[in-house]
């Protein structure tokens, strides 16, 4: 079985860290970008399996980063998770509640962040399956 690629996006190097130690421990190959556009760059060379990212950052946010990948790696749509404070959680309440991504709210424990990342990965092999049928 090949290693699962993950691309982490927040801009809060803590947050950053935390997301990549306790996912490279799980046996992922963690990349990070500290915003939406650092985040568009490295997905137009390398083909992540999953992204997770912050709502709310500078340059360009979450839900900036879906809009730009519906027209560029609409594929990638099914398979990302939001992390957020609360506030950003409120602030877009709408976004969230429209899109069928799901969100984990900050502080996110390490167990929660890990069975949210098992349950994509594994509901997008299932998914990859089915369609070579």
Same mark, same amino acid.
Request: with cysteine.
């Given at each position: ?8 996006? #927040?801009? *809060?190097? @803590? ?33 992540? %399996?999953?992204?997770? /990212? ?5 340059? +360009? ?14 594929? +990638? ?18 976004? @969230?509640? *429209? ?5 984990? /709210?900050?502080?996110?424990? +390490? #167990? ?17 399956? *089915?369609?070579? %049928?």
């Amino acid at each position: 079985m090949t290693t699962k690629r993950i691309l982490a996006v #927040e801009n *809060n190097d @803590l947050v950053l860290s935390f997301l990549e130690a306790g996912l490279t421990s799980a046996g992922y190959d963690v990349d990070t970008a500290h915003n939406g556009r650092e985040a568009l760059e490295k997905l137009d060379h390398v083909a992540y %399996d999953l992204i997770i /990212t912050d709502v709310r950052m500078p340059e +360009l946010d979450g839900p900036g980063l879906c809009r730009a990948l519906i027209a560029r790696r609409s594929d +990638l749509l099914t398979r990302i998770i939001f992390i957020a404070t609360p506030d950003s959680m409120e602030d877009h309440r709408e976004f @969230l509640a *429209n899109s069928s991504m799901p969100a984990l /709210t900050k502080p996110v424990a +390490l #167990e929660e962040l890990r069975a949210a990342v098992e349950r994509m990965i594994g509901r997008n092999a299932r998914s990859a399956g *089915n369609a070579s %049928d």
